[in-house]
C-alpha cells in the first residue's frame, strides 16, 4: 500500500512504438490494435552471410486479443469471444492514450512535454 491506495497485483502495460499505442497487456490478456507491422515474409529466402533480407508490411484491420498463457504466438483472435476483456483492456487504452497519447489515433496526452525540457524550470 502506498499513500493508503492498494496497487493492482497485475498492473496494464501499453505497448508502444513511435509513438503508436499498438497493444495493451493486461495479465493473460493482450488486446493489438489496427497498425501496419513489419515482418519476414514467409516466401523470403533466409540469408546466410550477415545481410537482412527484405521486409514486408501487414495492415491490421481490427483489434485482435489473445490470451497469451494458451496462445503465446498469438495465432487465433479470440475478441468475439471475450467482448468483455475487450472492453475492459480498451478502457486501459484509453487511460494511456489521455496521458501519453496516440499518433493511430491522433491524440495528444496530458502526460507530454516537449523534448528536453522540463516544466517549471
Known sequence: MIQGKKIDPKPYFA??????????????WKLVFPHVY???PETAEL???????KYGYIRLEKAELFDL???PGEQT???????EI???????AEKARADMGD????REGTGN?????????
Open 103 to 106: 499518433s493511430l489515433t491522433k
Open 38 to 40: 513489419r515482418t519476414i
Open 69 to 71: 498463457s494458451k496462445d
Open 86 to 92: 475487450v472492453t475492459q483492456l480498451n478502457g486501459f
Open 47 to 53: 540469408r546466410n552471410d550477415g545481410l537482412p533480407v
Open 77 to 83: 483472435d479470440i475478441s468475439e469471444q471475450f467482448p
Open 113 to 121: 512535454r516537449k523534448a528536453g525540457r522540463i516544466s517549471g524550470n
Open 15 to 28: 505497448y508502444y512504438h513511435t509513438n503508436e499505442l499498438q497493444a495493451v497487456i493486461y495479465g493473460k
